[in-house]
């Protein structure tokens, strides 16, 4: 699918954050890229904003129906987080990725693209609404055969799926975290990769807010901080993604 040369809604996405990628030849593919965080001004940040690649007609059309045809629009990962899991996928070439919360089917797209000829990605969710928003955009991007949409909750889901993952994407309930990672991780192969989105949520895990969200949260970061099975990185993009590889 051809990339557009442009960044407008980066700017909105990325706060001060930036990311660098480095690509080192020969290394092996989970370790071709370093991720650098760092505060800018407002015009270093516009220059990276005109020479970062926007994300594909299919996502924004999918991101402008989401706008228009759901209550909560701004659950969709957008095209900063969508980059990143595009060049995810695309590092780990994976044959089977498994999503948890598809909503309308963004992330779902941007993982899929790095999918190896005979690739899959399942993709679980638990409100059937937008499962027609899923379909219609996937067709679009010409993924038919490699997405395949569950519909049910995932905890019944993900014991049923006789499958090993080479990546796999945590973005259902947060009070549910725990439980989908205890399920997934004996899922993913050694050397796989698990991310969980939001685990920041919003400032509230580290601000000490005693919402119920913010606390499971905070056990879960916890939880995977002290997982010797794992090595991770909770990156401080948008709203907080833990990035997890299984040793
Ligand atoms: C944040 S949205 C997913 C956004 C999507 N991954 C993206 O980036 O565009 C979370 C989704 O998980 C679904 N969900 C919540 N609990 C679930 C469960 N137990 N099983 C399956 N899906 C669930 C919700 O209905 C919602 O559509």
């Given at each position: 699918m051809p990339f557009a040369?442009?960044?407008?809604d980066f700017l909105k996405k990325t706060g001060n954050l930036i990311l660098y990628t480095f690509f080192a030849p020969g290394a092996p593919n989970w370790s071709l890229v370093i991720l650098c965080f760092m505060q800018i001004d407002a015009k270093s940040l516009e220059y990276c904003l005109q020479h970062t690649t926007a994300v594909q007609p299919v996502l924004q059309a999918l991101e402008r129906e989401t706008n228009i045809r759901t209550?909560?629009?701004?659950m969709l990962s957008g095209p900063y987080q969508g980059m990143l899991l595009q060049l995810i996928s695309h590092m780990v070439r994976p044959r089977r990725v498994l999503e948890v919360?598809?909503?309308?089917?963004y992330s779902a797209i941007c993982l899929a693209?790095?999918?190896?000829?005979d690739g899959l990605l399942y993709t679980l969710e638990s409100n059937d609404e937008h499962a027609p928003i899923v379909r219609k955009h996937v067709h679009a991007a010409g993924l038919d055969n490699k997405i395949r949409l569950l519909l049910g909750d995932a905890a019944t889901l993900i014991p049923q799926l006789d499958e090993t993952f080479d990546l796999i994407f945590l973005d259902a309930g947060k009070l549910d975290y725990a439980r989908h990672y205890a399920l997934c991780l004996p899922k993913l192969r050694p050397g796989g990769f698990l991310l969980a989105d939001n685990v920041l949520w919003d400032g509230k895990v580290v601000h000490d807010m005693k919402d119920a969200t913010a606390q499971a949260l905070r056990e879960f970061n916890t939880m995977v901080q002290a997982d010797d099975r794992v090595d991770n990185l909770l990156l401080p993009l948008r709203d907080g993604v833990m990035l997890i590889r299984k040793r």
């Amino acid at each position: 699918m051809p990339f557009a040369k442009t960044g407008k809604d980066f700017l909105k996405k990325t706060g001060n954050l930036i990311l660098y990628t480095f690509f080192a030849p020969g290394a092996p593919n989970w370790s071709l890229v370093i991720l650098c965080f760092m505060q800018i001004d407002a015009k270093s940040l516009e220059y990276c904003l005109q020479h970062t690649t926007a994300v594909q007609p299919v996502l924004q059309a999918l991101e402008r129906e989401t706008n228009i045809r759901t209550l909560h629009p701004q659950m969709l990962s957008g095209p900063y987080q969508g980059m990143l899991l595009q060049l995810i996928s695309h590092m780990v070439r994976p044959r089977r990725v498994l999503e948890v919360g598809t909503f309308t089917g963004y992330s779902a797209i941007c993982l899929a693209q790095g999918l190896v000829e005979d690739g899959l990605l399942y993709t679980l969710e638990s409100n059937d609404e937008h499962a027609p928003i899923v379909r219609k955009h996937v067709h679009a991007a010409g993924l038919d055969n490699k997405i395949r949409l569950l519909l049910g909750d995932a905890a019944t889901l993900i014991p049923q799926l006789d499958e090993t993952f080479d990546l796999i994407f945590l973005d259902a309930g947060k009070l549910d975290y725990a439980r989908h990672y205890a399920l997934c991780l004996p899922k993913l192969r050694p050397g796989g990769f698990l991310l969980a989105d939001n685990v920041l949520w919003d400032g509230k895990v580290v601000h000490d807010m005693k919402d119920a969200t913010a606390q499971a949260l905070r056990e879960f970061n916890t939880m995977v901080q002290a997982d010797d099975r794992v090595d991770n990185l909770l990156l401080p993009l948008r709203d907080g993604v833990m990035l997890i590889r299984k040793r």
